[in-house]
């Protein structure tokens, strides 16, 4: 079993920063392939970032390339989304997601929800203009 916790939402002003981080428990954290999606009201969850379980690839929405960063440390179990130049369109809660298994590829990144098996609870990122 997997359980993840996200913390570092907030409110934020326009052009601001927000680091987001979720902690893994288990021991199959150095196995999973993650990503961060959000939700806003009324949208269908979307991907924002995803990395490989090694860490070397990763993957962005177009929305958010040049001004996300997504990276983790396996020595700890947390995958962090680092959130630049913040626009009221990045306004929505933000979820942790894991696909742990031995049969997920080092260098793999996976972009659809239904490629998860587990979500944090998620946080709410608020961005005013």
């Known amino acids: 079993q997997v359980q993840l916790v996200e913390s570092g939402g907030g409110l934020v002003q326009a052009g601001g920063s927000l680091r987001l981080s979720c902690a893994t428990s288990?021991?199959?954290?150095?196995?999973?392939?993650m990503g961060w999606f959000r939700q806003a009201p009324g949208k269908e969850r979307e991907l924002v970032a995803a990395?490989?379980?090694?860490?070397?690839?990763?993957n962005y929405a177009d929305s958010v390339t040049g001004r996300f960063a997504i990276s983790r440390d396996n020595a700890k179990n947390t995958v962090d989304l680092q959130m630049n130049s913040l626009k009221p369109e990045d306004t929505a809660v933000y979820y942790c997601?894991?696909?742990?298994?031995?049969?997920?590829?080092?260098?793999?990144?996976?972009?659809?929800?239904?490629?998860?098996?587990?979500w944090g609870q998620g946080t709410q990122v608020t961005v005013s203009s």
């Open positions: 997601a894991a696909r742990p298994g031995p049969i997920v590829r080092s260098g793999a990144v996976y972009l659809a929800p239904t490629d998860y098996n587990y």
């Open positions: 288990g021991r199959t954290f150095s196995s999973a392939a």
């Open positions: 990395i490989s379980k090694s860490g070397i690839n990763t």
